[in-house]
């Protein structure tokens, strides 16, 4: 066994183990194949564990994919047609890709990027399909932005985290060509207004986009410097910056130009709610809030300084103020914003707070620059009546903090 080991050559190669680690490390993992007839004994260098002195043990190489540290866990929290993002746990206001939540109607569609077609057609000179090698061709454009939900609002108890709450909403740096760039290709009618968008998803999900919407909407085919992933509807979607989740299509493989609204299941039976004795339409822009993700449940604080994190977004510009309350809505401070602010972006806040150790509440609330300030819940009934529904909820949230230190929500109803 001793002299075949001495011919057989082990090289350092990507995704293997040298001998100079086989012999030397204390590392476990599970047996690879690997192309060599010692393949069978050799094991892929990934501490299943702490160790002990790092410096006196030789890591991994290289790989071919990066990941996580098996310390760090954070995760989506998935529904039957929705996952959640983590907001608490994120350093940033990017989104990692494989965190950015997801809400699908027929589940993910899986398709093939050579097979893929875009068709723009209807109030146009020249109908056209593009393949996304023909979108590829066109000039790119890339801006960061939130997505949410139109329906990104839960309450109801205590032990609930902001992924619970709020965690319909992501944001990621998109890569696409710019829809306004199409449809000059095709040649738009000087009296179409309005657009249809439809995806390929086995719902067919489609919606009524007027031409206010037409300017900065991205065929997007690139998140955070890759591909998008299946579930943010790969290979290509529509993107329309600040605007409900729900028109931005996913999967996109049809716009059809009009003079008129298309009145789809989604913009009909869905996605409209009672605002008092009227029922609201076509509500796009996704209105201005905010919330603290630290502290928050089911964290725990000690007396002392804190410094309170959250973000703040508007679908109808920049936030140009977050205001912070530590004692339960009495008077209110400015946080500081970090830069660079961007319109229709998530805008991560900070105040730095010393708790004195007594029970209290603390909240957020975001103005935009429209002058828009985030309400109230009591103050969003009073404009659009008791019956709220689920939509465009956006209410000042509050953590109550005990004297044991303990973070709770505190859930509010208008009963």
């Known amino acids: 066994m001793m002299e075949e080991n001495k011919k ?37 260098g990934v501490p299943v564990g702490p160790v002990n ?42 989104t990692p890709s494989d965190l950015h939540f997801e809400r699908h109607h027929a589940g993910v569609a899986a398709i093939d990027p050579n097979k893929y077609e875009l068709l723009i057609h209807g109030m146009v000179n020249r109908p056209m399909k593009f393949t996304l090698a023909d979108l590829k061709k066109f000039p790119s454009f890339t801006r960061i932005c939130f997505l949410e939900c139109a329906g990104n609002f839960r309450t109801g108890k205590e032990e609930m985290t902001p992924q619970d709450i709020l965690g319909l909403t992501s944001q990621s740096e998109w890569t696409g060509v710019m829809l306004s760039t199409l449809l000059r290709e095709v040649g738009v009618s000087d009296n179409a207004s309005w657009l249809l968008a439809e995806g390929s998803d086995a719902s067919l999900i489609t919606r009524s986009i007027p031409k206010k919407g ?3 909407a991205i065929i997007a085919y690139g998140q955070n410097g890759e591909a998008l992933r299946p579930e943010q509807g790969y290979p290509a979607r529509l993107l329309i910056p600040g605007w409900e989740g729900n028109t931005n299509i996913k999967w ?9 609204p298309f009145m789809t299941r989604e913009e009909t039976s869905k996605y409209t709610y009672p605002v008092k ?70 805008t991560w ?36 009546g008791t019956d709220l529904g689920g939509y465009h909820m ?22």
């Not at 604080?301 to 920049?318: D, L, P």
């Open 214 to 216: 037409w300017d900065e």
């Open 252 to 260: 996109i493989r049809r716009i059809e130009i009009s003079d008129e």
């Open 53 to 94: 002195d790092p410096t006196k043990t030789i890591g991994p190489g290289p790989s071919v994919l990066g990941k996580r540290s098996p310390f760090e866990h954070p995760v989506r929290k998935p529904s039957d047609i929705s996952s959640r993002t983590p907001l608490q746990d994120l350093y940033s206001s990017i």
């Open 8 to 44: 057989i050559k082990i090289e350092k190669v990507p995704g293997k183990i040298s001998r100079r680690t086989l012999l030397g490390g204390a590392l476990a993992a599970a047996i690879i194949p690997v192309s060599s007839s010692f393949a069978k004994y050799i094991q892929i």
């Open 349 to 384: 806040f900070r105040h730095l707070w010393q708790w004195n150790g007594d029970s209290t509440e603390i909240l957020s609330r975001a103005i935009d620059e429209t002058g828009y300030t985030q309400p109230t819940l009591r103050q969003l009934a009073e404009a659009r």
């Open 394 to 415: 956006n209410p000042v949230t509050a953590w109550q903090i005990r004297s044991d230190g303990s973070v709770l929500f505190k859930p509010e109803n208008l009963k």
């Open 277 to 346: 004795d009227k029922i609201r339409m076509f509500s796009f822009e996704i209105d201005a809030r905010s919330i603290i993700t630290f502290p928050s449940f089911p964290q725990k604080v000690e007396r002392g300084w804190i410094e309170i994190r959250g973000i703040a977004w508007s679908g109808r510009g920049k936030i140009i103020k977050v205001e912070v309350s530590t004692d339960a809505g009495k008077t209110w401070v400015s946080a500081k914003l970090q830069e660079p602010v961007l319109a229709k972006a998530h």
